[in-house]
């Protein structure tokens, strides 16, 4: 027998293909929500993984430098070397700020770090070779090699560029020398030191009369720049981290975080509050679609009650009507679903963020549109199902 569902499609295609790419433009957001916080979470675990840190030693009582601030003197690296398991310790800051000329400005995350170290998945330049004034850029940044970039006091000159390396929220990494980083995060401008500097002269208890070492210790403390945000531990083989980190935090007073710890506070605390109103979204935009294919179908069925009376009359069976109906919502489903994944395939590249797009998580979309044609179709079906076949011949 003819299929009642291809011949009815045939009627009015345009429609029916109009409609399906609607439900695929919603599908397809659905997908690219999905993919954002895919891409945050992968963004996250690229960051420490570039880190390859085995313990993050941070400020005592915080959560490290990706959540609140974190200083500590950058010679303290020194005492972490004594202790016992501890192969190597590297400082490094890291800084959130705006950089570029004003045409084309980039929000983008500083890691300042030893001008010799490593820089992971570097596609074209070289990995800095000096201590101060120069910059490996993430490509997403817009930047190129031999751009000159003015940050706070000084030009920098970019000299490599990197790939797929950007901070949890998304911005691209950029890598500095640690002294340039410092200054950047640590330094104040000069009204600023004239002031402060005024004040404590000002001040009976800082600077008392016929005591000046006091004021200029005082002075030294409040105006260094030799601090950092964190300091990266590597262990020996053989040594555990987490009894590491409680001998760390028992002698030298400060907090320190294990790879999996710090990997929990990136993507279970700060990624949480973003995973829960992504969710939200993508409840409903699934609400939505489900609710659109429902309408959709039963305007079919509703304007075709007369012909599903005829069918009747004429012997075909509710089983045959039913599938009729079910084979369009499900027609709806696999035009929507293919037109959503060829836009998110297009439209991922041109987000600001980060989209991952799992096949996984492709498999899980397509399950969820099947299921909810099957759903949507059954006000239609109840409700051909409820036409008399003599309303054919009732005028």
Known sequence: ?????????GNSFGRYLLTGIGIGLLIGVTLTMAGVFRGMVEDGRALLEVADADIWVVQQDTLGPFAEPSSLKDDFYRGLLAMPGVEDARNVTYLTLEIGPESRRARVMLQGQDPYGPIPNLIAG???????YEL??????????????RIHRHDFTVVGITRGIRSPSGDPMVFLPLKDAQEIQFLKDNDAVYRDRKQLQENPV???????????AVEKSLFSNHRVNTILVKLRSGFDQRQVADEI?????????????MEHILIGNLIATASKQIGMF???????TAAIIALTVYSMTQTKLKEIAVLKLIGTSNFLISRMILLEAVGLGFIGFLFGKLAVTYWAPLFPKHVVVLVD????????TLVICLLASIAGIRSALRVPPSSAIGG
Do not use: C
């Open 361 to 368: 998580d492709t498999l899980r979309a397509l399950l969820l």
């Open 282 to 288: 993508l409840v409903i935009l699934t609400v939505v």
């Open 249 to 261: 935090e028992k002698w030298l007073r400060v907090t320190a975080y294990t790879s999996s710890d």
């Open 126 to 132: 070289r990995p800095l070779s000096r201590s101060h």
């Open 206 to 216: 800082l600077n008392p009369p016929g005591n000046p070492a006091l004021l200029q």
């Open 136 to 149: 490996v850029v993430d490509e997403r940044s817009g930047f190129r090699l031999g751009d000159v970039l």
């Open 1 to 9: 027998m003819i299929s009642l569902a291809y011949r009815d499609i």
